[in-house]
């Protein structure tokens, strides 16, 4: 039930593989072009890791001063925060695999290439930065209602 068996004609196969560009089995002439391997980095300068990096420390001892060091908020908050170092070092290590990253566009003064097109150096950093900015402010919010109410 979970294998299918497909019986093509010759015919077909022969076909398929004119259509694919590489040449029948026998026959000579130049096979299918090699397989190029992903080549996408991060490309981001490091001032914009940093940043981020920042606002999410921003937001961790917000939240800590928020709670007033309480034991069991300090063990949660602790949790959190190597949830986001696993996240981040994970990013970190599988860029690392590729080996050493080109320096990024945006730190040459050229827009950073992607998929839907060229973006400046602003909106590459409001799109990085909006959400750990919105969750920094977010935490010093807590920080601040918590200093008023409590």
Excluded: H, N
Aim: proline residues 9%; negative net charge; hydrophobic residues 55%.
């Amino acid at each position: 039930m979970l294998e299918q068996v497909r019986d093509f004609p010759v015919e077909y196969a022969e076909l398929m593989v004119e259509l694919d560009g590489a040449t029948a089995p026998g026959a000579e002439g130049p096979g299918p072009a090699p397989a190029q391997p992903e080549a996408r980095r991060f490309e981001l300068p490091a001032a914009l890791w940093l940043a981020m990096l920042a606002c999410y420390a921003t937001f961790f001892t917000a939240i800590a001063v928020a709670t007033g060091g309480s034991g069991q908020a300090l063990f949660a908050i602790a949790v959190s925060v190597l949830y986001t170092a696993m996240y981040f070092g994970t990013a970190g290590v599988l860029a690392a695999v590729a080996g050493p990253e080109a320096r990024s566009p945006l730190s040459r003064g050229r827009p950073l290439p992607t998929w839907t097109g060229p973006m400046k150096a602003a909106a590459v950093w409001a799109q990085v930065l909006i959400v750990p900015f919105c969750v920094a402010v977010f935490g010093i919010s807590i920080a601040i209602i918590c200093a008023v109410i409590l």
